[in-house]
């Protein structure tokens, strides 16, 4: 199983970033995906997550209505498309995925909010 995020960045506050997640080794379609974040001196938290197929998506209340998951199984990718960003948004943003009872993570990407 490999995950590899891409997209993060620096960008001023209420800007938008739209972060990637490139999925190998495993059943793309079949699982549910999700985004955690990791502030400096926090710990790790759930973001957003979609099931397998994308009909249902989940947030945490403090990004609701400002950030957007979704997934091509085509393309075995999950996004996280990020709008109205906030400075108490940066962090360290990471895919997972529960693969035959393992949870996998991506070595993650920077998103620093700041003007």
């Known amino acids: 199983v490999q995950l590899v995020e891409s997209g993060g960045g620096l960008v001023q506050p209420g800007g938008s970033l739209r972060l990637s997640c490139a999925a190998s080794?495993?059943?793309?379609?079949?699982?549910?995906m999700s985004w955690y974040r990791q502030a400096p001196g926090k710990e790790r938290e759930l973001v957003a997550a979609?099931?397998?197929?994308?009909?249902?998506?989940n947030y945490a209340d403090s990004v609701k209505g400002r950030f957007t998951i979704s997934r091509d199984n085509a393309k075995n990718t999950v996004y996280l498309q990020m709008n109205s960003l906030k400075p108490e948004d940066t962090a360290v943003y990471y895919c997972?995925?529960?693969?035959?009872?393992?949870?996998?993570w991506g070595k993650g990407t920077l998103v620093t909010v700041s003007s």
């Open positions: 979609i099931t397998s197929a994308g009909g249902i998506t």
């Open positions: 997972k995925v529960r693969f035959n009872g393992v949870d996998y």
């Open positions: 080794g495993f059943t793309f379609s079949r699982y549910i």
